[in-house]
């Protein structure tokens, strides 16, 4: 009896972890979708061409600081404080905080805003300098355009960690589809109606209203599980000051991580007309089962984490068991992926960007650059989930500090494999972009060793075991043969969308590598 009970007591937790982890990367899943199909359309209308690289170029800021103020730092500052109150008993202390960094946070992404508005000339000189002409104008537009929106999205954060503290993961993950559908409205409505620029920036308004929706369903959720949301200083608060205490070195290091974006942003435009578009297009893709995976994973286990109690040899015992764990599962799925962008990112991208201008010379580089992103797949992603275990103890100076030497080395490496490499080897600049990704990959697995190697440190050493890692690509391996088999069989005798033939393709390849673990 006591074996069961104890086997019992053991599988429950891990059952809901999984829950609340499949919670997220379907909200997740279901916003990239959109996002997906967003990007399907925006690429009918727009192509690789100079229009998309200022809508690209300028949209950058909305990310920029949803992931710097919100997302990002918020998560990391915010969440643990308020679920181990929560975890403690402690409600009315808990909704105290909250509404304290709700109206800190909006006080100051009110003075961002309108400061973005105001220097937005000089912002797109330092993320686009190879821009020019009515290339640097709309960029400018847009971007002023973008940063009201970007407001919306920092208070969408917020509400995303009060709903993530409460393990309510669906809506908040799920609320970008909003957003995602006021973009192809706008898509779909204005069309071929305008000229290319003029269209980015009726999309770049829609964005605007998509961001103001996004945090607005959110909204009622938070009050009714939370509590009444009104402003309060708490400047005085222990609990509020631990908050802002975290939020700085977060904010710095979500900082870095964000000034990395802006600097592969800078680059790309120095590669030449099409390159924004490419590496943004990639992105998208790359990007995917990094949130599926690695954001999921990570999203969930931070609460989880942050409300473990007990001795500091308890807490560190169960931190090793849901990293080892979690590690894992993270690797069952970026595995796969990593390799089939090398195998088959042609095809995933000509099923989904193959359309109006959007023309096979789009499909091959955005294919060469998630090969180069696929080197440092499984180092981002397994990252994440570690900096989260720092989170959760309330470290937010170690990530930030390997974020920077993250940063530092990106940006080294990417100038001379984007930009002095290609003359030097002859080749088309274009192919700068797959340099870009792997000067990245290449800067991450350096990130997460070190990370990894600190955190050892403080809780004890936690692994994924080899056994598994060669049987995930062992069983990755044969699932691309039997896929170009596949796919060689199509290229003879039948001539299907592109899409069909993806499915068909990816479907014998995911089929393969399931059956073989």
């Known amino acids: 009896m006591t074996g069961t009970k104890t086997e019992h007591s053991e599988s429950l937790p891990e059952r809901t972890a999984v829950t609340h982890q499949l919670m997220v990367g379907s909200g997740i899943f279901l916003s990239r979708i959109m996002g997906f199909v967003r990007q399907r359309i925006f690429g009918y209308y727009f192509g690789i061409t100079d229009a998309a690289d200022v809508f690209n170029a300028a949209f950058r800021i909305p990310n920029f600081l949803q992931n710097l103020f919100g997302e990002g730092a918020l998560s990391a500052s915010f969440i643990p404080v308020y679920a181990k109150l929560r975890a403690e008993g402690k409600n009315d202390e808990a909704l105290k905080v909250a509404n304290a960094v709700l109206t800190l946070l909006s006080l100051a992404i009110s003075i961002v805003v309108l400061a973005g508005i105001m220097v937005a000339p000089l912002l797109v000189s330092l993320i686009a300098p190879g821009f020019t002409g009515d290339k640097k104008y709309y960029t400018v537009l ?11 999205l920092v208070l969408s954060a917020w509400c995303l960690g009060v709903l993530n503290s409460h393990r309510k993961f669906f809506l908040s993950y799920t609320a970008p ?18 000229s290319s620029y003029n269209l980015a920036v009726y999309i770049a308004w829609a964005s605007v209203v998509g961001s103001l929706l996004q945090f607005l369903i959110q909204l009622p959720v938070v009050m009714r599980i939370a509590g009444t949301i009104r402003p309060v200083s708490g400047s005085s608060n222990i609990n509020v000051k631990r908050v802002i205490i975290n939020f700085f070195p977060a904010f710095v290091s979500r900082g870095v991580v964000q000034i990395s974006a802006f600097i592969d942003s800078i680059i790309a435009s120095l590669i030449g007309s099409g390159a924004v578009a490419v590496v943004a297009c990639a992105q998208t893709i790359y990007t995917l089962p ?29 931190l090793r068991m849901r990293l080892e764990k979690s590690l894992a599962r993270i690797a069952f799925f970026i595995v796969p992926s990593a390799a089939a962008f090398i195998a088959f990112g042609d095809i995933i991208t000509s099923a989904l960007y193959q359309t109006g201008r959007f023309d096979s010379t789009g499909v091959y580089f955005v294919w060469i650059t998630l090969c180069g992103a696929s080197f440092g797949l499984l180092a981002s992603t397994s990252a994440r989930l570690i900096s989260s275990a720092f989170y959760a103890i309330h470290d937010t100076r170690t990530p930030f500090r390997f974020a920077l030497y993250r940063v530092i080395t990106a940006a080294l490496l990417s100038f001379i494999f984007a930009v002095m490499l290609p003359p030097l080897l002859g080749v088309e600049m274009l192919y700068g972009t797959a340099g870009l990704t792997f000067a990245s990959g290449v800067a991450g697995w ?28 062992s069983a990755a391996l044969e699932g691309i043969l039997c896929g170009l088999c596949v796919r060689f069989v199509l290229r003879a005798y039948a001539d299907f969308h592109p899409a069909i033939n993806a499915f068909l393709i990816l479907g014998v390849y995911g089929s393969i590598y399931i059956l073989l673990l």
């Open 446 to 473: 350096i990130e997460f060793y070190l990370l990894r190697r600190s955190l050892f440190s403080v809780i004890g050493e936690f692994h994924v075991e080899k056994k598994l890692m060669v049987k995930l690509w």
């Open 142 to 152: 847009l971007t002023r355009i973008f940063f009201p929106g970007a407001g919306f």
């Open 177 to 194: 589809v909003l957003w995602n559908l006021c973009i192809i409205s706008a898509l779909v409505y204005f069309g071929f109606k305008h």
């Open 290 to 318: 990094v949130s599926l995976f690695g954001m999921a994973v990570a999203a969930a286990e931070l609460p989880a984490m942050s409300s473990a109690t007990g001795s500091r040899y308890e807490i560190a015992y169960a």
